[in-house]
């Protein structure tokens, strides 16, 4: 038990598709944040929420969309993914941003 | 510019034996911060060890430690008396100030180490 829990944790899903990844924490944080983990690359931050307002937008394409109805949810809708964006994407939360990050196990995407 | 640098892509170790894992940084802020996390095959990252720009000493954490060399920009990290649960990436973050005026991770690119019986 992470305190942070991810779904799906393996996602398949077509170029045309359009689907979502969920995020919540139960440690009463209030950042969150969604990272990229590709193969041989660092960690990429995406995007950062406090107090369910996005405070970070790291040039991130918009055919990703973060939603964060509050302090203990984050979603990722996906749309016309490219395959390039077949990665680990992690979710993690804080306190405060910044904060040591607490992380869930990730929702493996394999986009075709 | 890489702002941390992990030079060795993977590492393979007996157990019980100590291994040091290398981590160099790149910053020109006075006041930074430098995490180690662990993520075994479950994909989950694991916090082990934090140590501040202006700590006096090195951070310990059980079998963890940080050796905190700051003129030479390193942070390495020690594990003592390794066991086979140690076998796992390891990442080295540096906590800086981004574009927006906020204060992120950024990450190495980490280091696989495997852990021989």
């Known amino acids: 038990e992470t305190g942070v829990t991810q779904t799906p944790r393996h996602l398949v899903m077509g170029m045309t598709n359009k689907k979502s990844l969920k995020c919540e924490q139960h440690?009463?944080?209030?950042?969150m944040y969604w990272y990229k983990q590709s193969a041989k690359k660092p960690l990429e931050l995406m995007f950062v929420y406090n107090f369910k307002e996005q405070t970070e937008n790291n040039s991130v394409p918009s055919r990703f969309s973060p939603e964060c109805p509050n302090s203990s949810h984050l979603f990722l809708h996906l749309h016309t993914l490219q395959p390039e964006d077949s990665a680990l994407y992690l979710c993690?939360?804080?306190?405060?941003?910044?904060?040591?990050?607490?992380f869930g196990e990730g929702s493996r995407l394999t986009v075709l | 510019a890489q702002k941390i640098t992990q030079t060795q892509p993977g590492m393979f170790v007996q157990e019980k034996e100590a291994v040091t894992l290398d981590c160099t940084y790149d910053?020109?802020?006075?006041?930074?911060?430098l995490f180690w996390y662990k993520q075994p095959s479950s994909g989950e990252m694991i916090f082990l060890i934090y140590?501040?720009?202006?700590?006096?000493q090195n951070a310990t954490e059980g079998r963890y430690s940080l050796n905190f060399q700051k003129a030479r920009k390193s942070a390495n990290l020690v594990i003592s008396a390794s066991q086979l649960g140690d076998s796992a990436m390891y990442f080295c973050?540096?906590?800086?100030?981004?574009?927006?005026?906020?204060?992120?991770?950024?990450f190495g690119t980490g280091t696989r180490l495997t852990i021989i019986p």
């Open positions: 993690a939360s804080s306190q405060v941003s910044p904060g040591e990050l607490f």
């Open positions: 910053t020109s802020d006075p006041s930074y911060g």
């Open positions: 973050a540096m906590r800086e100030t981004s574009n927006f005026g906020n204060e992120k991770l950024t």
């Open positions: 140590q501040g720009s202006y700590d006096q």
């Open positions: 440690l009463g944080h209030n950042a």
